[in-house]
């Protein structure tokens, strides 16, 4: 009896009761979706018992004959076999058929994890049929053979081809992402971050910024991204996104923008850097398209933009009251602490887990 007490021994149990989870991701932790819907949960998930092994692919190879057979290499070497015991989580990832085979009749189950319209080729690829049927067919294929389908947003889980899903929004780290954490601008500075596949959105409104900037000759637009915008007329300032700026790229914004076309891919999107704007206390607006219009509840705390007259009527009543500019920016923060910050986010993720693996 004195012996079953000891710290060896009871190390020992831990070990024996702790559930082996495999997470293959896409890219690195420059990505985003890995970042903030993988990594950050990892030591949550050690907490919550799970002996986690995270695999990521790295930069995919520009060739498509060599990008086929790195997938392919990763798909054998990289997942748990069928006989194994892993309960095996995939982020973003499809596989053709027959590879997708590869995924069945697994002894463990099998969990998919998304936050984009994957059954979709993305906006900046050429949209022919032969393109949009396969990135359906692999969707489908992968997708399919989940044991759960977690979706970033609701709209994601209509793209499933079945109801073994469950909703898991992406989270920000409000810990990090304060408004403290940033510095502020003497001018008025209208921002926005993101990937430049969707600054053409941003570039839709550049009469909008020309005919703010005129009203208001102190203020100017900050694009954060991987190229610079093309806005002619505008007062722009660009800054390179890099990982290890991902907060400190927020420095001197008063204002956060995200505009979206009304489209199958932007109503699919998880309104991330939405989310980021508010838990740094940034007043945003936004187009009110997916997930945009559960996160802001309009007036309150952020306003939705329709049409360019929305656009500049928003934007300008936030540059000219300072005190509705605070007011909505306290608000957004309250919303993404209650509802999208890691601690209440990172639960849901171990629960969901956990409903499989003790089943």
Known sequence: MIASLTPDNRRR????NMRRLRILAVGDERVASTRYRVLSHLELL?????EVDVRLEGDQP???LARWHWRLRSLLFDTPGRSSDELFLLHRRTYPPPFHRLLKHRKAPFVFD???ALDLPPPSREQTPALVRRFRRNFVATTGLADLVICGNSSLTSRVPHDRTTIIPTSVDCRRFTPDAIRRDEDSVIG???HSD???YLEALCGVFREL????PRTRLLVVADRPPHLPGVRTEFRKWRLEDEVSCFDSMNIGLMPLEDTPWSRAKCSFKLLQYMALGIPAVASPVGMNSEVVEHGHNGFLAQNPDDWFFYLDRLLSDAALSRRLAEEGRRVVLAR???DVVGPLLVDALNSLSNR
Request: charged residues 20%; positive net charge; without cysteine.
């Open 114 to 116: 998304m936050d984009d």
């Open 192 to 194: 926005w971050v993101g």
């Open 340 to 342: 999208y910050s890691s």
């Open 62 to 64: 520009s060739l498509a």
């Open 13 to 16: 149990a831990a070990i024996r």
């Open 213 to 216: 900037t005129t009203r208001h």
């Open 198 to 200: 969707n600054l053409v």
């Open 46 to 50: 050690k907490n919550a018992g799970f």
